[in-house]
Structure formats: C-alpha cells, structure tokens
C-alpha cells in the first residue's frame, strides 16, 4: 500500500538580502497512518521548513521548491493556493509550538474550533459547536461546555495546548504535523500531551510528523526518526535501532548531550561543541566536520551520501562506523 505521505529529494531555499538560503536539502520520507515520524535536529537545521513545505504554507515569491510532496500519490508542490487550502485543516493539520501565536485572542476557544469545522463542512453553528465541546472533553479539557466559552488567556499554558490540538483534529486530520508541540511545557504536561497524542493517534489513525529538539521526545513517541544537521538528513531509521545504535557522530552528539536515556542520574551530559552552521554559508564536504570529532580530510571537502547501513537504517557519513 502507498504511504499516506510521501516526500521525495524535496529541497527548500529562500531568497533574502544576505544571500539565498538552503534550507531544506534533498530530505526524503514516509509517513504511514497510524505511524508516527519523529524529525530531530537543533535550532536552525531546517525542520519547520521542511513541515511548512508539506502544508504548503511557503510564499512561492520568496520560496524555491523543488522535489515531490505526494498526499495519497498527489504531488502538491506548486498547487494553487484553493486546492492547499482545502487541504490544510481537513486533510493534513498542523499542531505549533506556541498555541498563544496561533489561538486568536478576542474568539473564544469554541468559537475558533467551531469555525475550523465549518470551513470544511456544510452544517449549523450549534451543530459545529458541538462539535468542538467534544473534541475538548476528548482532549482532556474538564468542563469543555463551560471552556468553550472561555478565551485563550483564561487557559493554562498546557490547556492550550489541549485546545490547540482539538482544534487540529476537529476534521479528523489523516496527517497530523505537531512542530514542538511540547517545548514551552513543564516536563510532567509534556509527558501528558505526549500521551494524549499516542492515544489519538490510536484512536484516529492518524500519520504524525512531531517535529523537536529532543531526542526525549522522539523515544517516547515517534516509531521512526529522522535527524536533520544543516538542512539535511544525517540519520534516518526505526527510532530503537537509531537511539540504540546510532551510526552518525551528530546524532550520537545529541544522545549525549541529553539525560539519562538509560536513567542514570550520574551520567554526565557532554553538550556537542560549537554552534549549527549558517544555512546560507555551509561549510564544505560534510556540513557537521567543523564540529565533529571525527573529521577526515575526505569529510571538509566531500558531501557523504546517505547510505544504508543496516536494512532500514541510514547514515550520511565518511566512516564506515562509529569508532567505540
Ligand atoms: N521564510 C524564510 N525566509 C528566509 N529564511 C528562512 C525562512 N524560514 C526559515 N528560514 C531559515 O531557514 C533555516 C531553517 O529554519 P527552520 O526550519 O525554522 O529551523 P528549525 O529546525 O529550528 O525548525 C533557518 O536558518 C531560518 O532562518
Ligand atoms: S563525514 Fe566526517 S565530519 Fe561528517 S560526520 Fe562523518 S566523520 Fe564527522
Ligand atoms: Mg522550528
């Protein structure tokens, strides 16, 4: 069966006044319903790009895109702006990290949910209302018929979040994009609203692209994970093969700089040296070489291709493995 997404060699780049932006570079993917992807990588290497490009949401006068987005085997790139519209909201739904920037403040949450149903369904206000009281109680929102009725700055940050994500199912969605859906959460809400998507996803069906910083995130959700450096994929593979064996120095960086994989409070975290590269001005050969302790001759001069490694599990790097 085909995968519900499919993204093939997409590349992203931006014209600005300090030169031209590579911001996505020949990623590839799947996501299957009822799968859930996890997209890692620090500040920078390109991973809302790359999800704003599947909804569509780049301004083509700014915007070169180049590469397929297939939705169920139709490619999107460069529909006009009616078709991505229909969609958005009802097709592929999107979860961001700040519900406030995304939440209207002078609709109350029932009201912005409401609406969400009834751009993509002919049907009463009190039809949609009811609509968005279920999807509240269904996200975990005591009292939804009382809440609905409140505003966005009456909710607690990790309530918003809730509504946020009631809002982004309201259509029953077969691609949920949830862009670090938990960063601005204390730990315990995070794990609450990491739960609550594995549920819905069970529930629903849904694929998942849940895009983060933190490999602690991707563990506990994500079945598959791809890890971006500098606008490209550096890793790529069932999540257990890749926190567990990983085969690329960046990603190994970042399980070390996180703690405690393995629960060990006296593990020491070693943070990766140096800073993300400038997308507008990669370094040569192997984007990550100024940072890794690995570095070749061969890795300041030559790009690595993503090669498979294990059957399933990808890596773009010179060294055939990581010394241990
Ligand atoms: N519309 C835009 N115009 C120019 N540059 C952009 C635009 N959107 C993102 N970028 C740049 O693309 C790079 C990747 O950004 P992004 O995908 O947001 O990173 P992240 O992995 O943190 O989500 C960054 O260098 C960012 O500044
Ligand atoms: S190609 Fe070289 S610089 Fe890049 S990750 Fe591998 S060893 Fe490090
Ligand atoms: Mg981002």
């Known amino acids: 069966m085909a995968s519900y997404l499919e993204v093939r060699d997409l590349n992203v780049r931006f014209a600005t006044e300090d030169g031209v932006v590579r911001a996505v570079n020949d990623i590839s993917f799947t996501v299957e319903r009822g799968r859930t992807l996890g997209i890692v990588g620090e500040s920078g290497s390109g991973k809302s790009v790359t999800s704003l490009a599947v909804l569509g949401l780049h301004d083509p006068r700014r915007t070169t895109i180049s590469g ?55 049907v009463s206000r009190r039809v949609a209302r009811r609509r968005a009281v279920e999807l509240l109680a269904r996200v975990g929102i005591p009292q939804p018929d009382r809440r609905a009725d409140q505003y966005p700055h009456e909710f607690s940050g990790g309530m918003r979040q809730r509504a946020m994500i009631a809002m982004a199912l309201v259509n029953d969605p077969a691609l949920l994009i949830a862009d670090e859906p938990t960063t601005a959460l204390d730990v315990t809400v995070q794990a609450q609203i990491l739960d609550l998507l594995a549920d819905l996803q069970r529930e629903f069906g849904s694929a998942i692209i849940l895009i983060t910083h933190d490999l602690g995130v991707v563990r506990q959700v994500a079945h598959e994970v791809l890890v971006m450096y500098g606008g490209r994929a550096v890793e790529h593979g069932a999540t257990q093969d890749v926190l567990h064996e990983p085969m690329h120095p960046y990603t190994l960086g970042l399980l070390q700089s996180m703690p405690t994989l393995d629960g060990d409070p006296e593990a020491h975290l070693v943070p990766i040296k140096g800073n993300p590269p400038s997308l507008i001005n990669l370094p040569t050969g192997c984007a990550f070489h100024p940072r890794c302790p690995y570095a070749t001759e061969l890795s300041k001069v030559e790009v690595p291709a993503l090669r498979m490694r294990k059957p399933g599990h990808y890596a773009a790097c010179h060294l055939a493995e990581l010394p241990s």
């Open 68 to 122: 397929e987005i297939l939705v169920e085997g139709r490619n999107i790139v460069g529909l006009p702006e009616p078709e991505l519209q229909r969609l958005r909201g009802r097709d592929v739904a999107m979860i961001f990290q700040d519900p406030l920037s995304a939440l209207h403040p002078y609709y109350t949450i029932g009201r912005q949910i409401s609406e969400g149903y009834r751009v993509h369904h002919a």
